[in-house]
């Protein structure tokens, strides 16, 4: 594989190297990608000799869990002692490390930073923002080669789990020739694919399903927008943990004849995050950014302090006048 050459990579290579103390942390609400990326560079680290600790602000949600090792990842609350280098991992700002993952990213002596998001304002003493890169994981793979490591079956795994997840299971508009042989490559180090799309994807409880009807029926469609909305008692009454909310939106994006699609969930009460997802290259990143949220031109989100009924319309009405501006 060809390595672009990179003055900030070389630069973050050349640190890494050198560091000791190195802890790398996630964003909230950890995806397939952060927590992936969190892993490979991680057990990398691990292998270069490095005293390493990995932590996440959230719980690892239980579709990821079979990535790691029984107490592979801390939370942000259980780090203890002082870190001369942090690296926030996926995070397209710094608040997304969470109160406690802000605060140790802050304490570092060196901060870098390693995303893809396009709003990443560059929190870090080093930056290695890749805005073009489909998933972190792409650019922690070239970091580890960089580094002289050879992937392993242990490095592969999750860098092509971090890959998978963001790209939709290689559906988005964000997957190119490059994202599809960085992921045979990892596919050929022993990662496997159909094992790790049923770990994600599939292997649901019930309730899983007996949500997905509800939303379902709740589908509304306004001028061109997908909505639909669940609430923090009917998860729980399903048996099912919030962050499993979130995949309500890879279906929201499926229906015919929509410029977008927004989906409600109701973390607690007075509390609703909304993801936004976009067709045709529309960029809903701007619409979340109105309600202090932010993401990818194609797929976006916020959190938003109101009681479910309020949110929607609020944000139902920005989105029908963005919506209106949107045409091709
Ligand atoms: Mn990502």
């Not at 490095?50 to 990821?64: G, I």
């Not at 479910?308 to 989105?319: G, P, T």
């Amino acid at each position: 594989m060809n390595l672009p050459s990179k003055e900030h990579m070389q630069e973050i290579v050349s640190h890494l190297k050198s560091a000791d103390r190195i802890l790398l942390l996630c964003h909230v609400s950890p995806d397939g990608d952060c927590i992936g990326s969190l892993l490979a560079l991680g057990r990398a680290l691990l292998k270069l000799g490095k005293d390493v600790s990995m932590a996440s602000e959230d719980r690892v949600p239980a579709n990821l869990e079979f990535l790691m090792e029984p107490g592979e990842i801390l939370r942000t609350e259980e780090v203890s002692g002082s870190f001369e280098t942090a690296v926030a991992i996926d995070s397209g700002d710094l608040g997304r490390l969470g109160d406690v993952g802000t605060r140790l990213f802050q304490q570092a002596e060196v901060k870098i930073n390693i995303d893809h998001h396009n709003s990443n304002p560059h929190y870090g003493d080093l930056n290695l923002v890749e805005a073009g890169r489909a998933a972190t994981g792409e650019i922690i793979l070239e970091l580890i080669l960089h580094l002289g490591l050879e992937i392993d079956a242990a490095l592969a795994e999750p860098l092509y789990a971090a890959i998978l997840s963001d790209t939709g299971g290689f559906r988005f508009a964000n997957t190119t020739k490059d994202t599809l042989s960085k992921a045979a490559l990892l596919v050929e180090r022993g990662a496997r694919p159909n094992f790790v799309s049923r770990q994600i994807y599939e292997n649901k409880p019930l309730g899983y399903f007996k949500m997905l009807a509800l939303a379902f029926k709740r589908f509304t469609v306004v001028d061109q927008i997908c909505y639909t909305w669940i609430t923090y008692t009917e998860m729980a009454e399903f048996g099912l943990d919030f962050e499993v909310s979130e995949e309500l939106s890879t279906f929201a994006r499926m229906l015919e004849n929509t410029k977008m699609s927004l989906v409600f969930k109701e973390k607690e009460e007075g509390l609703v995050k909304v993801s936004l997802r976009s067709q045709n290259g529309y960029d809903v990143s701007k619409l979340a950014e109105r309600f202090g949220g932010g993401g990818h031109k194609q797929a976006a989100g916020c959190t938003i302090n109101a009681s479910l009924d309020e949110a929607i319309s609020l944000v139902l009405a920005a989105a029908k006048e963005v919506g209106q501006q949107w045409t091709g």
